[in-house]
């Protein structure tokens, strides 16, 4: 807020020291006197002015609103209004038959508190019996960031299904955008000026679509089109009809490189999804005994999603394995983590044009079992002592 808030006091103290240097005649002002009820006076319509001021910047400027204040000063400006609830992601391990397949909006996942998450592509387990896919929640809001270890249960079951389970957390669901990010999009609001640019291109898809979070330039194709990565906020991958509705909206704010040539159907911008690189973890803990290990799962899930936030990811960085292994550490009720069995034992390096995505996650205790309060959810079959994610980051990286 610019207008700085005075108290009654200091007001009525401020308009007698005015008058003192400006008269010889008067000496004191007595508490009880006329002077001293006339400078409450003056002090109290000063105090009323001094506060429809700050109301009238509450309108005008971001830093200084709030609630419905930020609204209006949204709709002023211009900006798309406050973005809706939204619902999360993560990548599920189907474990079964080599050959089981499972169908996009056939097949749903359900977890804890009864959240629902579809496929975001028809998915068949390989030879090794098992596989990771990508789920988005059916429902919205800060609810369907189910924890690890939540999602177990598969409907219908097709033929050869063992069980499902997501190692890693859900993430991306909340609840109707707050005023911090509210002020903050404003903020940044006046973008949409910037022609030509990738901050410009960001606004004016947040404002077709409120799910978009980033736009990232991703070079020219072979068409000689620019090829752009769209990031969702919760991670979620756009159907083609959605990304063919941010060209279609969206085209009349494009370099004239860009706009779609006359007599033609083929635009000079190609949208894509952006692209995750899996990072799987795998470590062995002891725990203090009154520990809770699905608080602890929690706890280092989220330091993990804190430190390697893609909504500040900067391509070409690395996702040290040294940081991984002291955030373990940190965490509350971990009571000692030997380094030779944390995975990955490297720095992995991010392709350039992909974001970091947590997928799997193994917590396991000193003997080489898996530390779970959750009965029978895990198949040690499936989850061997020493996990070979090497081989699952690599060979099958496409899966």
């Known amino acids: 807020m610019y207008t700085q808030i005075t108290n009654l006091e200091e007001l009525q103290q401020m308009f007698v020291e005015i008058l003192l240097n400006k008269t010889s005649k008067v000496t004191k002002v007595d508490p009880t006197s006329v002077l001293s009820g006339v ?66 909006f056939t097949h749903t996942f359900t977890g804890d508190g009864g959240i629902v998450f579809d496929l975001e592509e028809n998915v068949t387990i390989g030879t090794d019996g098992y596989t990771y896919t990508k789920v988005r929640s059916q429902s919205t809001g800060l609810k369907t960031n189910v924890p690890g270890l939540a999602i177990k249960t598969c409907s219908p079951v097709p033929a050869g299904h063992q069980y499902v389970i997501n190692e890693y957390k859900a993430t991306g669901g909340r609840d109707v955008e707050d005023d911090n990010l509210f002020r903050q999009r404003i903020k940044n609001g006046s973008n949409i000026l910037a022609r030509g640019t990738i901050a410009m291109i960001e606004q004016v898809f947040m404002k077709i679509n409120n799910n978009i979070l980033r736009v990232f330039y991703n070079g020219i194709d072979s068409l000689g089109r620019v090829v752009l990565s769209v990031l969702t906020q919760n991670g979620v991958a756009l159907t083609t009809s959605e990304l063919n509705t941010l060209l279609l909206q969206g085209n009349e704010f494009f370099a004239l490189t860009e706009l779609k040539t006359f007599g033609t159907q083929t635009f000079g911008i190609y949208l894509q999804n952006q692209i995750f690189q899996p990072v799987d973890v795998s470590f062995r803990v002891e725990l203090f005994s009154s520990a809770n290990p699905d608080t602890v799962r929690k706890d280092i899930q989220i330091k993990f999603a804190k430190k390697y936030d893609f909504r500040w990811w900067k391509s070409g960085s690395l996702v040290e394995w040294d940081d991984l292994l002291q955030l373990v550490k940190d965490t509350n009720f971990v009571k000692y983590v030997p380094d030779q069995f944390f995975y990955p034992r490297q720095d992995v390096q991010i392709d350039k044009n992909k974001l970091p995505r947590f997928r799997g996650f193994l917590m396991i205790d000193l003997s080489g079992n898996i530390i779970s309060s959750t009965s029978g959810s895990l198949n040690p079959i499936f989850y061997p002592n020493q996990p070979d994610f090497s081989y699952s980051s690599t060979v099958l990286n496409s899966i």
Not at 58 to 71: G, K, N, V
């Open 39 to 104: 400078a409450y006076g003056v002090a109290k319509v000063g105090q009323k002015a001094i506060k429809d001021i700050a109301l009238l910047e509450s309108r005008i400027f971001p830093d200084s609103s709030y609630s419905t204040y930020l609204d209006e000063i949204a709709d002023n400006y211009g900006i798309s209004s406050r973005f809706g609830a939204s619902g999360s992601s993560t990548y599920i391990r189907l474990v079964g038959t080599p050959g089981t397949t499972y169908i996009q």
